[in-house]
C-alpha cells in the first residue's frame, strides 16, 4: 500500500479562535465536494499532530495524560482507508475502494457516515496509559484524550468552511473488522467531516 506525505500544516488562519468557537456546530449533511488533500492534512493535525518535542517527548496539538498519546486516527474517503503518522505527517494506505456505506451501517445506518467525503476514526490502545494509570487511566483518561483531540479537530473544520459531527453509535467489533484494525485497537469515534449542503 501506498504512503503520502501530508502538505505542511499551516499555523495561521483566517478566522480568530472566538469566531471559530462561536461558529461551530454540528454537521450531518454534505455538499458532494471531495475534500482535498491538503484540508485532510491540516484537520489530522490539528487534531493529533506534532507540534514539537521537550524533554524526549513529542509535544501535539492535543494533551494527553502522561505524555502516552493512546489514540490513532484513520480516514474513510472513496480511495481507501489510510492511517495518520503522526511523526512525519503522513498517511500510509490501509485499504483501497469505498468503505463508507458498510461503515455507515456498522454504525447504526447513519447516514452522515455514508455521505460524508471524509470519515474520521479515532481508535485507542488503552494498554498505552493503562501501564502507567491502570484502570483509572482506562476509565477516564483515554477518553478524555479522545475528547481533547476530537473537539480540535471539529474546530479545524469550522476554520476550513467545513463542519462535522462526532458519532459514538456504533457496533465497535464491525468498525473493527471492517477496518482491520490490529487487536489492541479500540474504536471510539467516528467523525464525517465535509462541505455544508446549501
Known sequence: MSTLTLPPPRTKGELSLEEVLARRRSLREYADRPLTWEQIGQLLWAAYGITGQRWGYA????PSAGALYPLEFYVVMPEGVFHYEPQGHRC?????????LPLSQ????QESVAHAPAVFVVTAVY???TRKY???????YVPM????AA??????????GLGGVVVGAFHDDAVRDLLGLPAEET????IPVGYPRR
Open 145 to 148: 484524550d479522545a475528547g481533547h
Open 134 to 140: 491502570g484502570r483509572r487511566g482506562a476509565e477516564r
Open 59 to 62: 509535544l501535539h496539538t492535543a
Open 106 to 109: 456498522a454504525a447504526l445506518g
Open 127 to 129: 494498554a498505552r496509559t
Open 92 to 100: 500510509h494506505q490501509r485499504h483501497t475502494g469505498d468503505l463508507r
Open 187 to 190: 474504536p471510539l469515534y467516528l
Open 151 to 160: 473537539q480540535n479537530l471539529l474546530l479545524q473544520a469550522t476554520a476550513l
